[in-house]
C-alpha cells in the first residue's frame, strides 16, 4: 500500500495579528478497502488446519489454534482434553511440522 503526499499548494499569509498561517492541500493516493481485502489470503495456515485435524482425528473434539510468533496456543473447552493433549505433545509437533512451543489453554 503506498502512500504518496503531494504538497499541492502552500502559503504564508499574514493576519491583522501579525500571526503566520500556513495552509496545505494535498492528495493522497491511498488504495482502497476493497484492493486490500482482495489481496488477502483468508486460508488457514498449515499449522492450525494439521493441529485441528490431529485433535478431531484421535479426540472427536474441536479445539481452537491461535498461531503467534514463538508459539501456538491451543484452546479446549475442558480439562480433561487439556491434560491428554499435553501428553501428545511431540506428536502434536510433529503432525503440524512445527518446532514452535505449544501453549495449553482451557477455555472456549
Sequence with gaps: MLHKLFLVYASLLKTSSSTAKLYFGYTLDMDSLNNILSQKDFEEPPEVAAIKQFVQGAF??????TLQPNAILITAPSSALIGSLRLETPRLQAAAGTSK?????IGS
Design 60 to 65: 472427536h473434539s474441536a479445539v481452537g489454534v
Design 101 to 105: 512451543r505449544l501453549i495449553f489453554r
